[in-house]
Antibody
């Protein structure tokens, strides 16, 4: 069965950096686009970024453009999110999700990122 | 991209049907048949319930159904059960590899 396991969350000061990882199993990772979606405490879901199966292009929400970088290593079945210049409003649970039919068909358990001094 | 508009809350008694709306624009909901719906229980990750407006993933109860008219999509939960009490989010592809979510609807089973 499909499994997505995020790691790398934690507490970071404003202006700091953090790198999230998402290990994938149970499907052919190299054939699927992947997303990061986040959810601020007590708030709704927000799409953050998308990378196609081959990493050929990367797409971002305006709120993170220029600060976040999505990448993938198909040899390691792993998705990454490099987050720089973090702001308090980036505080959220970050979910790794698998793309299918322009929807998010499988989700990880999420990793909490807290930006606070 | 602006968030899609959902009612903050909805409710129904066991056995009844409830419909949750999701309103966007011609640039997202109205422009593509790529609306999806997610169920999220407290403290859990979201779960895909409907994709491509009307399709159900394997394993999702047929009590859940979706439709769309113009810029508004809808999720109907029929034969309400206690386990259906959760937050529900719609999402739409918005073109140019951009996606947008609704603000979420808290469904209460009375």
């Amino acid at each position: 069965q499909v499994q997505l396991v995020e790691s790398g969350g934690g507490v970071v000061q404003p202006g700091g950096s953090l790198r999230l990882s998402c290990g994938a199993s149970g499907f052919t990772f190299s054939r699927n686009g992947m997303h990061w979606v986040r959810q601020a405490p007590g708030k709704g879901l927000e799409w953050v970024t998308y990378i196609p199966y081959d990493g050929s292009n990367k797409y971002y929400a305006d709120s993170v453009k220029g600060r976040f970088t999505i990448s993938r290593d198909n040899s390691k079945n792993t998705l990454y999110l490099q987050m720089n210049s973090l702001k308090p409003e980036d505080t959220a649970v970050y979910y790794c999700t698998k793309d299918a039919n322009w929807s998010f068909d499988h989700w990880g358990q999420g990793t909490l990122v807290t930006v606070s001094s | 991209q602006s968030a899609l508009t959902q009612p903050p809350s909805a409710s129904g008694s066991p056995g009844q049907s409830v419909t949750i709306s999701c309103t966007g624009t011609s640039s997202d909901v109205g422009g593509y048949n790529y609306v999806s719906w997610y169920q999220q229980h407290p403290g859990k990750a979201p779960k895909l319930m409907i994709y491509e407006v009307t399709k159900r993933p394997s394993g999702v109860s047929d009590r859940f159904s979706g439709c769309k008219s113009g810029n508004t999509a809808s999720l109907t939960v029929s034969g309400l059960q206690a386990e259906d009490e959760a937050d529900y989010y719609c999402s739409s592809y918005a073109g140019s590899n951009d996606w947008v979510f609704g603000g979420g609807t808290k469904l209460t089973v009375l």
